[in-house]
C-alpha cells in the first residue's frame, strides 16, 4: 500500500508544483506523447523480454498494493515449523504424509493461511515434505546443497520481472526525446505559422521529454525496486523454511530449530526470542506441538 501512496505523492507534488507555477494542465495533455512514449516502451519490453518474464510481471505487478511479508507472516511460519517438528519428533517423518497428500485440507497447516495462501512458499515446503516421507535417504550436506539450488533457481527467476522493468524505465528518457524531436519535426512543418501556433507545437514537444523523465523516475524505476525487494522478503522467508526444514530432517529439537530459523531473518521482520518462545509455550499448552 505504501508503494500506491508514494505514486500519489508523485503525482500530486508534480502536479500541484505546475499550477503553483502558474502552469495549466490542459497543456499536459497530450495524447500523441502518450502513444508514442508508452507504446514505443511497451514494444521494446516485448522485444527483449522472454513470454514467460513478461507473464512473470503482469503476475507481480499487483503486488506493488500489497506491503509484502510482514513480521506476523514470518513468526507464523516459525510457529508451524514448530508444529511440524513437535509432530515429527512425536510420531517420525511418516506423520507428516497426511500434511502433504492435500495440504489445503489440513489441520495443522490450515491454521496459517497467509503461508498457505503463498503457493511458491507451500509448494517448497510440500515438495521437500514429499521426498521425507518417500524413504529417500539425504545426507544433512546433500538436503541443504538441494535446498539452497532450489531457492536460489527460484530467486533467480523470479527477479527477472523487475529487471526487465527496470530495463524499460531505463530506457523512457530517451523515448521521450524520440517524441519531442517528432514534435519539432511537426513544428517545423507550420514554422510561417503564428507565434501561437509554434508555441502550441514547441509546448507538445517538450511535454514528450517531461513525460519520458517522469515516467521513469518517478514511476517506472521505483516500481521495479519495489517489486525486486518483495522478491528478497519471499527468498528470506523461504530460507527460513529451508532452515526448518533441514532441522526436521536431521531430527532437531523444535526449540532449537525455530531459534536457529528465527536468527536467519533480518531485523525488521525477526520476532523477538521472547516473542517466538511465548508463541510456542502456547501451542503446547493447547495440545497442538
Known amino acids: 500500500m505504501i508503494a500506491i501512496v508514494g505514486l500519489v505523492v508523485v503525482i500530486g507534488c ?157 530506457a523512457l528518457p530517451g523515448l521521450g526525446i524520440v517524441a519531442a524531436v517528432l514534435g519539432i519535426v511537426i513544428t517545423m512543418g507550420h514554422i510561417d505559422g503564428p507565434p501561437s501556433e509554434i508555441g502550441h507545437h514547441v509546448g507538445a514537444a517538450l511535454v514528450g521529454t517531461f513525460l519520458g523523465v517522469l515516467l521513469s523516475y518517478g514511476f517506472v524505476q521505483p516500481m521495479a525496486g519495489n517489486l525486486a525487494a518483495k522478491v528478497h522478503d519471499q527468498h528470506t522467508y523461504l530460507v527460513a523454511i529451508k532452515e526448518l526444514l533441514v532441522s526436521l530432517y536431521k531430527g532437531a529439537n523444535p526449540t532449537i530449530a525455530v531459534e536457529l530459523a528465527r536468527r536467519s531473518l533480518p531485523a525488521e521482520v525477526r520476532p523477538s526470542s521472547a516473542e517466538l518462545s511465548k508463541a510456542c509455550r502456547n501451542l503446547r499448552g493447547g495440545g497442538d506441538g
Open 14 to 170: 508534480v502536479l500541484g508544483g505546475f499550477a503553483m507555477a502558474g502552469g495549466h494542465f490542459s497543456v499536459l495533455w497530450q495524447p500523441s506523447e502518450f502513444v508514442v512514449i508508452g507504446g514505443a516502451a511497451t514494444g521494446a519490453l516485448l522485444v527483449g523480454t522472454p513470454m514467460h518474464v513478461v507473464k512473470g510481471l503482469a503476475r507481480q505487478l499487483p503486488k506493488l498494493a500489497s506491503n509484502g511479508k510482514t513480521h506476523q507472516d514470518f513468526l507464523d511460519v516459525l510457529l508451524m515449523g514448530f508444529e511440524l517438528l513437535s509432530l515429527a519428533r512425536r510420531e517420525g517423518l511418516v506423520a507428516l504424509e497426511q500434511h502433504v497428500e492435500d495440504p489445503h485440507k489440513s489441520a495443522l497447516l490450515g491454521k496459517y493461511a497467509g503461508f498457505t495462501g503463498d503457493a511458491m512458499a507451500l509448494t517448497f515446503l510440500v515438495d521437500t515434505l514429499e521426498l521425507f516421507t518417500s524413504g529417500v535417504k539425504l545426507g544433512d550436506h546433500e538436503l541443504g546443497e538441494l535446498l539452497e539450488a532450489d531457492l536460489e533457481v527460484q530467486k533467480e527467476e523470479e527477479i527477472l520481472p523487475s529487471k526487465a522493468l527496470a530495463t524499460m524505465g531505463d
